[in-house]
Nanobody, 127 residues
Framework: QVQLVESGGGLVQAGGSLRLSCAAS????????LGWFRQAPGKEREFVAAINWATITYYRDSVKGRFTISRDNAKNTVDLEMNNLKPEDAAVYFC?????????????????????WGQGTQVTVSS
């Protein structure tokens, strides 16, 4: 129904920056929340950031001030600008979409609440 494709991952040194992008296609409509999750080896998938249709943003505490999520509703894309990367940020980053039918719905932090997922893009941070 909805396909998500991430891009922009790679290898950076600690303190460096990366910009991740995600393009949605298929049966895209208004009222979607978009978000980013990550999963490091041996750990569970965790919430990173999300943005609703009205562009209200949400972040986990550890990335506030360093990461910025944005979206272009006309293009059905969502980006994650990551600055001052730390070794603990290394993970596979997944783009996700959650249809709510609402302009201002609050995204859930539980990954199980999200319906559509990309395949992930690897972010490696060297130290």
């Amino acid at each position: 129904q909805v396909q998500l494709v991430e891009s922009g991952g790679g290898l950076v040194q600690a303190g460096g920056s990366l910009r991740l992008s995600c393009a949605a296609s298929g049966r895209t409509t208004s009222g979607y929340n978009l978000g980013w999750f990550r999963q490091a080896p041996g750990k569970e998938r965790e919430f990173v950031a999300a943005i609703n249709w009205a562009t209200i943003t949400y972040y986990r505490d550890s990335v506030k001030g360093r990461f910025t999520i944005s979206r272009d509703n006309a293009k059905n894309t969502v980006d994650l600008e990551m600055n001052n990367l730390k070794p603990e940020d290394a993970a596979v980053y997944f783009c996700a979409a959650q249809w709510t039918g609402s302009m201002r719905a609050t995204p859930r932090r539980d990954p199980e609440a999200w319906r559509y997922w990309g395949q992930g893009t690897q972010v490696t941070v060297s130290s």
